[in-house]
């Protein structure tokens, strides 16, 4: 016995924004944690700002993204 069954159509969403290329992010976040460093008036916390800055920038890349 063969059952026929439907599967609902899920919408592809596409995004007609043009995103930012991994180079172009790279040096976002580079600048970023430089501005953090500075901040720190150059405490030497490397890690914890690129970190930071890498979080910003990704947080703020999927907002615009979305929008």
């Not at 016995?1 to 609902?8: S, V």
């Not at 899920?10 to 596409?14: A, E, F, L, S």
């Not at 007609?16 to 976002?28: F, G, H, N, W, Y």
């Not at 460093?37 to 914890?48: A, I, M, N, V």
């Given at each position: 016995?063969?059952?026929?069954?439907?599967?609902?159509a899920?919408?592809?969403?596409?995004s007609?924004?043009?995103?930012?290329?991994?180079?172009?992010?790279?040096?976002?976040i580079?600048?970023?944690?430089y501005?953090?460093?500075?901040?720190?008036?150059?405490?030497?916390?490397?890690?914890?700002n690129?970190?930071?800055?890498?979080?910003?920038?990704?947080?703020?890349?999927?907002?615009?993204?979305?929008?």
């Open positions: 016995m063969t059952k026929n069954t439907r599967r609902a899920i919408p592809h969403q596409t007609t924004k043009v995103t930012t290329s991994i180079p172009d992010l790279r040096e976002q580079r600048l970023r944690a501005e953090l460093y500075e901040q720190r008036e150059r405490d030497g916390h490397e890690l914890d690129w970190l930071q800055a890498e979080s910003e920038v990704t947080q703020q890349t999927a907002k615009n993204i979305v929008t």
